[in-house]
């Protein structure tokens, strides 16, 4: 069976019009034609639906019956056209995002908030995954959206400016280094570890500056998350090297401290990985751009 949507709502004009001649006039088609249109309508459901005399036109109980039946389709069809054009702008939408934990826990919750605040109708699927795998998974399209610590890797991905974070050292009040102002990372080589789990963006960077300095990186014990790290630093089971911006929030709370790091790659770029900018959807789009504008704010503060 066959039903035109068309059709039907220009059935429902005939009825509420009362008349072909005025429904003609009403939605700029030839009486005619809506003629045609309805007489096929009676075809398919092979029922009379419209009593025709000189003053217009009378619906018959299956034409009663129809009316309503068609406006609830024509509306629901009008409610789906609606909410695809929803999804067409961004106002709706699904956003696959993948991120390290040190954009999770240092922008993301702000960004993310302010972003649903606008957008209440989309939804962000938000995973930790280590800066290689969220670039690989974006580039194998298994997220749409990746946050990541910048660094020369070769995943066919767009790379977008996003934030900066300072890698610092975390000791306790009572460590030998507690008191410097500064550190070289060297010198820190004299003790042992706390760090992130194994394929970690930072393990792996210290342990290639520790192999270029023929010295050994010795993790003594390794976490899920930088609350851990610093529980771990504050018991005395090593020392650590985090962002300094998530280290502030546990500095009095655990009786550790902060040392600068005297090195060019303590200061760390984190960047957005999309597939390609044609490709992503109006809801990641409006995300992309979101994140970048949030991060200027910052950076103008």
Same mark, same amino acid.
């Given at each position: 069976?066959?039903?035109?949507?068309?059709?039907l709502?220009?059935?429902?004009?005939?009825?509420?019009?009362?008349?072909?001649?005025a429904?003609?006039?009403?939605?700029?088609i030839?009486?005619?034609?809506?003629?045609?249109?309805?007489?096929a309508?009676?075809?398919?459901?092979?029922?009379?639906?419209?009593?025709?005399?000189?003053?217009?036109?009378?619906p018959?109980?299956a034409?009663?019956?129809?009316?309503?039946l068609?406006?609830?389709?024509?509306?629901?069809?009008?409610?789906?056209?609606?909410?695809?054009?929803?999804?067409?702008?961004?106002?709706?939408?699904?956003?696959?995002?993948?991120?390290?934990?040190?954009?999770?826990?240092?922008?993301?919750?702000?960004?993310?908030?302010?972003?649903?605040?606008?957008?209440?109708?989309?939804?962000?699927?938000?995973?930790?995954?280590?800066?290689?795998?969220?670039?690989?998974s974006?580039?194998e399209?298994?997220a749409?959206?990746?946050?990541?610590?910048?660094?020369?890797?070769? $995943?066919?991905?767009?790379?977008? @400016?996003?934030?900066?974070?300072? #890698?610092?050292?975390?000791? !306790? +009040?009572?460590?030998? =280094?507690?008191?410097?102002?500064?550190?070289?990372?060297?010198?820190?080589?004299?003790?042992d570890?706390?760090?992130?789990?194994?394929?970690?963006?930072?393990n792996?960077?210290?342990?290639?500056?520790?192999n270029?300095?023929?010295?050994?990186f010795?993790?003594?014990?390794?976490?899920?998350?930088?609350d851990?790290?610093?529980?771990?630093?504050?018991?005395?089971?090593?020392?650590?090297?985090?962002?300094?911006?998530?280290?502030?929030?546990?500095?009095?709370r655990?009786?550790?401290? $902060?040392?600068?790091?005297?090195? @060019?790659?303590?200061?760390?770029? #984190?960047?957005?990985?999309? !597939? +390609?900018?044609?490709? =992503?959807?109006?809801?990641?789009?409006?995300?992309?751009?979101?994140?970048?504008a949030?991060?200027v704010?910052?950076?103008?503060?």
């Amino acid at each position: 069976m066959k039903l035109d949507p068309v059709s039907l709502n220009l059935f429902i004009a005939v009825i509420e019009e009362g008349s072909i001649a005025a429904a003609a006039e009403r939605e700029h088609i030839a009486a005619p034609a809506i003629s045609k249109r309805i007489a096929a309508l009676e075809e398919t459901l092979r029922t009379k639906l419209l009593e025709r005399h000189h003053k217009g036109v009378e619906p018959t109980a299956a034409g009663y019956a129809l009316l309503n039946l068609a406006r609830r389709a024509v509306n629901y069809l009008d409610d789906i056209h609606t909410e695809m054009l929803d999804y067409a702008s961004g106002i709706r939408g699904q956003v696959r995002v993948f991120s390290n934990i040190s954009a999770i826990t240092q922008f993301l919750p702000d960004d993310l908030s302010t972003f649903l605040a606008d957008h209440p109708a989309v939804e962000i699927r938000l995973e930790e995954r280590n800066s290689l795998v969220t670039l690989k998974s974006v580039a194998e399209n298994a997220a749409d959206v990746g946050i990541f610590t910048v660094d020369i890797h070769g $995943e066919d991905v767009e790379t977008l @400016p996003y934030e900066e974070d300072e #890698l610092s050292l975390v000791v !306790r +009040r009572d460590h030998p =280094l507690a008191d410097r102002r500064s550190v070289r990372f060297e010198e820190t080589l004299a003790w042992d570890f706390v760090g992130l789990r194994t394929g970690s963006a930072i393990n792996t960077q210290l342990t290639q500056i520790a192999n270029r300095l023929q010295k050994d990186f010795r993790l003594r014990i390794q976490v899920t998350g930088y609350d851990a790290l610093c529980l771990m630093v504050s018991s005395g089971l090593g020392i650590a090297i985090a962002p300094r911006n998530l280290t502030k929030l546990f500095v009095k709370r655990l009786g550790i401290t $902060e040392v600068s790091l005297a090195e @060019p790659w303590a200061k760390r770029q #984190l960047g957005i990985a999309i !597939r +390609r900018r044609a490709s =992503l959807s109006p809801a990641a789009e409006s995300l992309v751009n979101h994140l970048q504008a949030r991060a200027v704010t910052r950076r103008g503060k």
